[in-house]
């Protein structure tokens, strides 16, 4: 992303079907970086559980019902930004401790 906004390098666009899957989302996020040392600079929109964003710097994630998702087109808008495929991603040791596999 720093390519296309220089504040983060990278997005992370989850959606789930309900505000209520949405909040379990946020919080296993947070639980398992945590786990890894991590913390949030910033969060937004937790109590709505909507749209919810977690900014760890250079890492911004946003956790959208399906609806908002939709609305917001959040990936139509990044459309032209490199795309990470997570598949291909090895964990370092401490991310598979922290149960992130």
């Given amino acids: 992303m720093t390519e296309y906004l220089s504040i983060v390098d990278w997005f992370l666009l989850v959606s789930a079907p309900t505000s209520r899957q949405v909040k379990a989302v946020v919080d296993e996020v947070e639980r398992r970086l945590k786990a890894m040392g ?6 937004e929109g937790i109590s709505e559980a909507e749209w919810c964003l977690l900014d760890y710097g250079d890492l911004v994630i946003h956790v959208f019902t399906d609806e908002m998702r939709a609305f917001y087109a959040l990936d139509r808008l990044w459309a ?4 990470l495929d997570l598949e291909s991603v090895t964990l370092s040791g401490s991310q598979q ?5």
């Fill in 38 to 43: 991590e913390s949030t600079i910033r969060t």
């Fill in 97 to 101: 401790s922290a149960g992130l596999s």
């Fill in 80 to 83: 032209d930004a490199p795309r």
